[in-house]
């Protein structure tokens, strides 16, 4: 059957449109150029991003919307690892919700990881929470492609959230997950911040055991591989701890002279930045313990600095209040105690327990909520993926019914035109036989050559309606995996040919499939005839014919003289071969 017509300029609109999605692939290269750039410089990133939003050509706004969005998510991605601030959730949010549909599970996770930061970045802490699991949830922990830097980001950002909500337990459970998956990764660095970082909230939570086992880990390993700065770093962190112990005394001595002598958190004066300055309330702590007063006095007020932040004013104050009873002087022991009690008891400094556990209630309860209205959604997009599958099995078997009742009827129209001429034919031919019997010469030559006439027509017809049925076919039977083999057995170079029963019969089944109308053709000859023709239209030669059928060449050549006999009439057998191809390739 004939492809419609009407369908090609339906075919050449999808080919364009598709084509148009595709975009330009030099997009497509400088979104991969800054990709690479991402990690190790996002400033250079973002500033290729930029310059392409002023200087492109055609305007982004023409671009295909898979290109659009990948630039979007692209130069969120740079903007929040340069640590530029978002001010709106607009453009992210309609990229979360692309990539929703048209993305893998990793371009997915990070979509929804940014959209979290742009909230973070808003204030919004509970929507910021939210779409971080969704990232999570997006992720496919089984695949081997899986992104798990992008992972532990999410966890990270996450915990950092719970710490400003005071949701401790929330955010060690974070700090582990991110610690996990940047093991994953295979960067133990990154895995040690986060166990330090549990250690720090241990503190918080007075499990001080704890956070001492973790620490002493942790500073074991950035040892071992050379990060002599973040081990003294983290050990500022078991001053804390030991401060508070006196039986730890002799630990924290060695602790502050260890930082005193080898940290790079000291200018050239030996002083140290304003952020770091609680070092100094370690190190008068220890000479409050071992009686050194003037020392103890020297160090906690070293501890101020412009601008100092309440919890260092806390320590300071306690610091010096601490000192001034142990010299019994009432008139500062008052002035100090005034002080520590103004900033101890500083809404600013304290957290409302009732309102955290509130939080924490809500975390809780927005997180139940969430896996509930993902499994609804879940459910929805299943039922959608099952109507669309029926609706286009329906349409499949319309179509296929339409297309076999078109097809049935043109063969009915054919036949009865066939059937209109053939009558035709007899009735001239007997008018002829009246003429003739009345012997009108005239009138018999020219019915004789509208016989002629319609005696090609009929022949036309059968030749034009062979040939379409046939030529369609003979690609398909020529690419056929029983030609294949036939092929290679054919090749003398390898050996003998030797094809069994079963692959002549294999190669007459594959031929009756592929070409149905050419078999019905060639099915009136006997089997050696056959299988000659089908060889021939292989292009083998007779010889190749007679060793591959293991018979002697005149018998071959016999064949193909009755054959051309029996289709075309033709006495001869040099002329089978054309014979065939030409009702082939007519």
């Known amino acids: 059957m004939l492809f419609p017509r009407r369908l090609f300029p339906l075919l050449l609109l999808l080919t364009l449109l598709a084509a148009c999605q595709r975009g330009d692939p030099a997009i497509d290269a400088l979104h991969s150029t800054a990709d690479s750039l991402m990690q190790s410089r996002p400033d250079s990133a973002l500033h290729l991003l930029q310059a392409c939003d002023t200087a492109a050509a055609p305007p982004i706004g023409t671009w295909p919307r898979r290109q659009r969005m990948r630039h979007e998510l692209l130069r969120a991605k740079a903007m929040n690892k340069a640590y530029i601030n978002f001010t709106t959730d607009s453009v992210m949010k309609e990229v979360a919700g692309y990539y929703d549909s048209h993305g893998t599970p990793n371009e997915r996770m990070e979509a929804h990881y940014l959209l979290g930061c742009v909230y973070r970045d ?9 779409s971080y699991l969704d990232a999570v949830n997006c992720a496919d922990t089984t695949a081997a492609d899986c992104d798990y830097r992008t992972m532990a980001s999410v966890y990270g950002q996450m915990a950092d959230i719970y710490r400003h909500q005071l949701l401790l337990s929330y955010e060690i459970e974070a700090h582990r997950k991110a610690g996990h998956y940047d093991l994953l990764d295979g960067d133990t660095l990154s895995a040690m911040y986060q166990q330090k970082k549990v250690a720090s909230v241990y503190i918080i939570q007075n499990k001080c055991d704890s956070a001492r086992l973790i620490l002493n880990t942790v500073i074991r390993f950035y040892k071992e591989m050379g990060y002599e700065q973040e081990a003294l770093l983290a050990s500022t962190m078991l001053m804390h701890i030991y401060v508070e112990r006196p039986e730890r005394t002799d630990e924290l001595k060695r602790l502050i002279e260890e930082y005193d002598s080898k940290s790079d958190d000291f200018d050239e004066n030996h002083e140290l930045h304003s952020k770091k300055r609680l070092f100094y309330r370690y190190k008068g702590k220890w000479f409050e313990n071992t009686g050194q007063l003037d020392s103890a006095e020297f160090y906690y007020r070293k501890m101020y600095y412009p601008n100092i932040l309440l919890t260092s004013q806390n320590s300071m104050f306690e610091g010096l209040l601490s000192v001034f009873k142990k010299r019994h002087q009432a008139d500062s022991i008052a002035k100090y105690a005034q002080l520590y009690c103004a900033v101890n008891d500083s809404s600013i400094a304290i957290k409302d327990g009732e309102v955290t556990a509130q939080l924490a209630a809500s975390y809780k309860y927005n997180s139940i909520q969430k896996e509930s209205s993902r499994n609804a959604e879940a459910a929805h997009r299943a039922n959608l993926r099952f109507l669309l599958s029926t609706f286009l099995l329906l349409a499949l078997i319309a179509i296929t019914i ?8 043109q063969r009915k129209l054919q036949r009865a035109k066939y059937m209109a001429t053939i009558a ?5 031919r007997n008018e002829l036989d009246s003429l003739n019997a009345k012997d009108y010469d005239g009138i018999i030559a020219r019915k004789e050559k509208e016989i002629e006439y319609l005696n090609e027509t009929i022949a036309e017809h059968n030749n034009a309606y062979r040939n379409v049925m046939l030529k369609d076919k003979l690609s398909a039977f020529e690419n056929s995996e029983i030609v294949r083999i036939i092929n290679e057995k054919s090749d003398f170079r390898k050996g003998s040919p030797n094809i069994t029963n079963d692959e002549w019969r294999e190669l007459l089944s594959e031929f009756r499939k592929d070409m149905p109308a050419a078999y019905s053709l060639l099915k009136c000859l006997s089997p050696l005839q056959l299988y000659v023709c089908i060889l021939l239209l292989l292009d083998y030669d007779e010889s190749v014919i007679a060793i591959l059928r293991q018979t002697k060449p005149q018998t071959i050549n016999t064949a193909k003289k009755r054959a051309n006999e029996k289709l075309f009439n033709i006495d001869d057998s040099a002329s ?11």
């Open 424 to 428: 035709e034919r007899t009735k001239l």
């Open 576 to 586: 089978l071969a054309s014979n065939l191809k030409g009702a082939l390739t007519a």
């Open 122 to 130: 808003l204030g919004e802490a509970p929507r910021a929470i939210d």
């Open 402 to 409: 339409l297309l076999v009742h078109h097809y049935n009827r």
